[in-house]
């Protein structure tokens, strides 16, 4: 069997190894078209990535499905660090359900199922990980919202480092989130509709359910795949977070867990107001 091959009772997202580096080498050049042409990135903050050492990626997800700050900012990784050097995104589960012909090309890119065993797994190799913790509700939050750092509550990943030892790198953006208007969500109707007997589409619970103006759809409802528009995205690496306690007593003490999620939202959200307030700039 060779190295890219899996066992058919292994299921795409539970293994480290179906990341292949000259996949992604061979995706540069395009994503590189986007990077340069299409969303014309401006970056900043690479230098605040400890050298040699495996850390947490914490960023906020916008633009619909296509999240192109997140794509963005792989490419900047790859083209300052090399496809070789080892990092892993973590996906939702749901995504892996939905479309798995998509979900084998992510694979090969090196996103993993968002799920402790995996987060844990990828860490303790010596890889970083690259977490969105505000899931489906972030990427889908109203355009009211647009710059705001919405992570549902969700403090696993304050958990995940605390127990493996690593500083958390907030990566944040600015611009990705026009490239889908979003107006509104309507999932607290649809739920309400599924539990007066309405089922799911495909069985799966979407979560989110936006109303929303993007291409090529227009007006439209529902988590659907979107082309976002040709809009400039600003992107900067923030400075490692270090907390004063770690390990598995610091990661089982409530009070603990979420002062360190309030600090690194805290800080997230004044690092997004700056660059909120520098994209600004040339057009004021």
Known sequence: MSKKQHPPNKKLGWSLDERDPEFIKSLMPLIGFFYR???????????????????L???????????PDMLMMMYDWFRRFGVQQP????????VWQVSPPLAQLVAKSGAIIAHPKMAYAA???GASVLVYP?????????????????????????KLALRENVPIVPLISCGAHDTLIVLADCYKILQQLHEWGMPWLLGIDPEVFPIYLGWPWGLSFGPLPNIPFPVSIYTRVCPPIVFERYGRKAASDRDYVNECY???VSQMQKELDLLVKIREVPFS
């Open 37 to 55: 042409y299409y969303f014309r990135v401006q970056t900043s903050g690479w230098y605040n990535i400890p050298p040699q050492q495996k850390v």
């Open 57 to 67: 990626f914490v960023g906020s997800h916008n633009g619909g499905l296509a999240a």
């Open 87 to 94: 990092v892993y995104g973590l996906m939702h589960p749901k």
């Open 123 to 125: 860490l303790r190799s």
């Open 134 to 158: 505000g899931g489906a509700e972030d990427v889908f939050r109203p355009y009211s919202l647009r710059n705001k750092i919405c992570f549902a509550g969700r403090q696993g990943f304050i």
């Open 262 to 264: 309030e600090l690194v």
